[in-house]
């Protein structure tokens, strides 16, 4: 048995299989002794296992041996190999395929090399190399000019070493599909609310202390908070605006109660509690 193929049974299938396949793709080769066909194809998905050095790695279950497996995964014949990513199946095959016919299922699984970019970007960002990570993002940009979860990534980092202008450029490219993510929401309302000037906190806070009705002063101190994190304040003052003047421009206060609300993932009780006060003043 090889470095990159090993047997599972039921206790360890999870940590082998299901957490294995968050790093690599896993080759579950649901096999028996007596059956011909596996001892068939047995050698060529140890071979491959081998030849690709760790890209995936083959797991091998003996249905005779570990029933529950077998009957979990809805295994009716074998041979029957299922390739699970991320925890879940991804494909499957059944029978003795060839080995051209293998290898051509295992290439459908690999990560592209802007891919495999992408990834070394991430592990260098979280390490704090931004600049080496937008390096190696711009080569997977240039390798699949079509991925818009590159470009994700591109505008995070950038937003993170305070390039505003090149993040918005960036999430503002992208398609309405990918902008209704809740990731990207959050990320485009971060970029909207970021690099916040003009007048301070404290001036403007005199101006509402001095007029309640000065609803821009109130827009205005609503993004200073939501800059500082400071979220509640915030949706405070936007939702005064909404009560004294639904209107006020183009709607913008209901309109940046929403973009607060993307920016906290649309979760948690803050969220909850101000939809409905949102709701209240509106309706």
Same mark, same amino acid.
């Given at each position: 048995? &090889?470095?990159?193929? =090993? ?29 011909? /066909?596996?001892?068939?194809?047995? /050698? ?31 295994? @009716?014949?074998? /041979? ?16 003795? %395929?060839?080995? #051209? ?15 495999? %970019? @992408?990834? @070394? ?21 240039? =390798?699949?000019? &079509? ?39 959050? %990320? ?26 000065? %609803?821009?002063? @109130? ?18 003052? =936007? ?7 639904? #209107? ?10 929403? #973009? ?9 009780? =803050? ?8 709701? #209240?003043?509106?309706?």
């Amino acid at each position: 048995m &090889g470095m990159h193929s =090993l047997d599972v049974n039921t206790s360890t299938f999870q940590s082998v299989v299901i957490e294995g396949s968050k790093k690599v793709p896993v080759l579950v080769d649901f096999w028996a002794a007596w059956c011909a /066909p596996c001892r068939a194809l047995k /050698p060529v998905l140890e071979k491959l296992a081998e030849e690709y050095q760790g890209r995936f790695l083959l797991a091998k279950v003996n249905t005779d041996e570990n029933q529950e497996l077998a009957m979990r995964y809805g295994v @009716r014949g074998i /041979p029957n190999v299922k390739a699970f990513v991320d925890g879940e199946v991804r494909d499957e095959f059944a029978g003795a %395929l060839p080995e #051209s016919m293998v290898r051509q299922f295992i290439e459908r699984l690999l990560p592209s090399e802007a891919e495999l %970019l @992408r990834r @070394r970007a991430t592990a260098l960002s979280a390490a704090g190399q931004g600049e080496e990570a937008l390096r190696l993002l711009e080569q997977a940009q240039a =390798l699949e000019p &079509g991925n818009e979860w590159i470009k994700v990534d591109r505008a995070e980092i950038l937003l993170a070493r305070g390039r505003l202008e090149e993040a918005k450029a960036l999430l503002d490219s992208l398609t309405v599909l990918v902008r209704d993510e809740p990731r990207v929401a959050a %990320l485009i309302a971060r970029a909207e609310f970021a690099g916040v000037d003009g007048e301070d906190v404290e001036t403007l806070q005199k101006r509402v202390a001095a007029d309640a009705n000065d %609803l821009e002063a @109130r827009l205005k101190l609503a993004r200073h908070y939501v800059s500082r994190q400071q979220y509640e304040p915030a949706l405070d003052q =936007l939702l005064e605006i909404i009560r004294r003047d639904r #209107s006020f421009g183009d709607d913008v206060a209901r309109k940046t109660m929403l #973009s607060v609300f993307n920016l906290l993932g649309n979760q948690g009780e =803050l969220v909850a509690r101000y939809r409905r006060l949102l709701a #209240s003043a509106l309706y």
